[in-house]
């Protein structure tokens, strides 16, 4: 059977079209589909139906369009037509107004498909036109041509097209059938259709040209390259410093044009460069790198500091310094950002002081100096006690709350003086410039006694044997690290309860030594005994002198121990006081100095060793009468005699070597029973 014959005569314009060979510049369509009555007689029509090819393949020949969803459908006559898309590529037209219409002889109907985008391929495709009549359906086909259009880039390239950043390249173009053409990125108003221009990117760019003409336009690109700046190292020359030291950072940076470093004002630096700075606080640094096109590239470089650290802070004299004579502070810092001393109108230190650095001070009372250095990492602090003594003879107090008049045991430990140990107190006290007494402790373990002995050994305060107030001899030994807590290193040591001996140390001896004394019987002894730790005694010798002896000065001077007068034969009351003088380098043999000695026979003397000699002054003469003088033995073992008391109410005193003085502590004023507060020192020109 035949085909039915659409009535109407259709059109399908145009007849061809461009297809697209840029997809960023699509070939855009408008398809013009036209009816026509071209009989002599009324046509009844119920309605039209397009059918364009349609594939998501955008290379398929035969398809006019691979995004149908770009067409808009248009009726010329919208007050009579309606034309619809109702499918992809497949359209309806149908009467407004009335279920079926009718087309005059001579009339015309018209619609349009707007927006086509071409695809990609040329060839042919076909329209199917459906022409409804109730329910007859006729069908029409018309064909479009998809062709290429003659506007065309023959050529478009880049010379050099690997550049240095911000250098120059030329763009170069041909075109066909173009009427003109655009440039980006960039501002280009005078380019012709075959042209050339210089450019100079920054960073790497995409140009494209476009050529506009009949068509579809046409476009090109091309890319010019640019390295991104690169950094191949950065680096420290160390990762921790001390603050003020010096690192050293290195750097080798690629295709930069502008090379940085911060924190710092470290700009316009070279591809390949070092550079020296100083570290005060933890620091990261950063190397900065940019090209012309502002692209940048950063690494960091961390450098730490190290804990500040004070190696030393020492005075000069440190110990025994006279008042009015300078002192000479110095110190050595490390990793300090800054530093002070503090005390009067010292205030900061100089940087460039901080490693073996020094100042001079005089003062002019006991003070303590303290260097503080800090860094962002903390603070640390080093103090030095100095105390200038008055040359000659002073008075520092008449109102120390000691009350000894039984001679104490007094001794120099720890930067203090310190005291104790009488039948009236069982306090122990201590003063850094026998003016002001503090007492360490209320009460202490051991019982309350007199005329015993003390020494300081292994960085202790050692307290021994002495008469108990019950009028006991005791042999116990205790011993303290800071006058406070106090051990019981044995109840009854090996040697004999005693009271009125002497204790000593020596020279490259680890060792206590215990020497002479009184024992419960009245008997004055002559034995020594040592002890490496205060628990365990052992016997050197049971005859040191040729007679006993007690109540002696007791010091060591050199390398040797030295006894000072004393009584021999017994106690005070049937005791003879001597002159005489014994020394020892091992505590086992005891010589007699022979000669020289001019001073008077005395029990209870106060003896010290200074830095140019042994001082001995006071004690009791054979009627027990306070003396009031002062010697000197040098080096050389000759005796001189120096300036005496400047007091004389004072019976008896106990004494001790402080600051390179010697100063005399508690005992009894005179008549014996009241106890002496006054504290007197006498500090000889030290030479």
Not at 24 to 49: C, D, K, R, V, Y
Not at 131 to 136: K, P
Not at 637 to 665: C, H, M, P, S
Request: with cysteine.
């Amino acid at each position: 059977m035949d085909e039915e014959l659409p009535k109407l005569t259709y059109t399908v314009l145009p007849e061809s079209v461009y297809y697209t060979r840029d997809a960023q510049s699509p070939s855009m369509a408008l398809i013009t589909i036209g009816a026509s009555n071209t009989t002599e007689a009324n046509i009844s029509i119920t309605g039209f139906q397009v059918v364009i090819v349609v594939s998501s393949d955008v290379k398929k020949a035969d398809a006019l369009t691979a995004t149908p969803s770009s067409i808009i459908p248009a009726s010329l006559q919208p007050l009579v037509w309606d034309f619809q898309q109702i499918d992809d590529g497949v359209y309806y037209a149908k009467p407004v107004k009335k279920s079926t219409t009718m087309v005059a002889p001579g009339e015309s109907i018209t619609f349009q498909l707007q927006g086509v985008t071409v695809n990609e391929a040329a060839g042919t495709t076909i329209i199917t036109i459906a022409e409804i009549a109730g329910v007859d359906v006729a069908y029409d086909y018309k064909t479009i041509g998809k062709i290429k259009s003659k506007l065309e880039i023959t050529k478009f390239e880049a010379v050099p097209d690997h550049i240095p950043s911000g250098d120059a390249s030329i763009l170069s173009w041909t075109t066909e059938a173009a009427a003109r053409v655009t440039l980006s990125p960039g501002e280009y108003p005078d380019i012709k259709p075959t042209d050339s221009v210089t450019v100079k990117p920054g960073t790497t760019t995409f140009y494209t040209l476009t050529a506009y003409g009949e068509g579809p336009n046409v476009s090109a690109q091309k890319i010019i390259s640019i390295d991104s700046p690169q950094i191949v190292d950065f680096k420290s020359s160390a990762s921790k410093v001390d603050a003020g030291d010096s690192v050293t950072l290195s750097w080798n940076v690629l295709y930069a044009d502008d090379i940085s470093i911060s924190p710092g004002d470290h700009k316009g630096l070279p591809a390949i460069g070092t550079l020296p700075v100083q570290i005060w606080t933890e620091t990261n640094f950063i190397l900065t790198a940019k090209n012309k096109g502002n692209e940048t590239a950063n690494r960091p470089a961390p450098v730490g500091i190290n804990p500040v650290t004070i190696n030393f802070f020492r005075a000069t004299p440190s110990y025994g310094a006279r008042l009015g004579e300078p002192v000479a502070l110095t110190w050595d810092i490390k990793s300090a950002v800054s530093a002070s001393v503090q005390y009067g109108t010292i205030n900061g230190i100089d940087q460039n002081k901080f490693k073996n650095g020094g100042t001079t001070v005089i003062p002019n009372t006991g003070v303590a100096y303290s260097l503080i250095a800090q860094n962002s990492l903390g603070t640390t602090m080093s103090s030095i006690e100095l105390f200038p003594m008055p040359l000659g003879w002073h008075q520092f107090t008449t109102s120390a709350p000691l009350y000894f008049p039984e001679l104490p045991v007094v001794l120099n430990f720890k930067t203090d003086m310190w005291v104790m140990a009488s039948n009236f107190m069982n306090t122990v006290y201590h003063s850094f410039d026998g003016a002001n007494w503090i007492p360490s402790v209320g009460y202490v373990p051991w019982q309350t006694r007199s005329f015993s002995a003390g020494i300081v050994f292994m960085d202790k305060m050692w307290l021994m044997g002495g008469l108990g107030t019950n009028g006991s001899y005791l042999n116990d030994v205790w011993s303290s690290p800071d006058g406070v807590t106090w051990t019981q290193e044995t109840n009854s040591a090996q040697w004999s309860a005693r009271r009125s001996f002497g204790c000593f140390t020596l020279p490259g001896k680890d060792k206590i030594f215990i020497i002479g004394g009184l024992d419960s019987s009245g008997n004055a002894l002559t034995d020594v005994w040592s002890s490496p730790d205060g628990k365990t005694w052992t016997l050197e010798t049971a005859a040191a002198f040729q007679n006993g002896r007690c109540a002696f000065g007791m010091v060591t001077y050199g390398d040797s121990a030295w006894v000072l007068g004393g009584l021999v034969g017994g106690d005070e009351s049937k005791g003879k006081p001597v002159n005489e003088v014994w020394y020892s380098a091992n505590g086992i043999s005891w010589s007699i100095l022979s000669s020289g000695i001019t001073w008077k026979a005395r029990s209870y003397p106060v003896a010290g060793a200074l830095s140019n000699g042994i001082y001995l002054s006071g004690g009791l003469d054979a009627e027990r009468n306070g003396i009031y003088d002062m010697h000197r033995m040098s080096a050389d073992k000759k005796w001189t005699i120096q300036k005496g008391f400047q007091f004389k109410d004072i019976r008896n005193t106990a004494g001790v070597e402080y600051q390179d003085a010697l100063w005399f502590i508690g005992g009894a004023l005179l008549g014996g029973q009241s106890p002496n507060q006054n504290t007197w020192a006498y500090a000889p020109s030290r030479g």
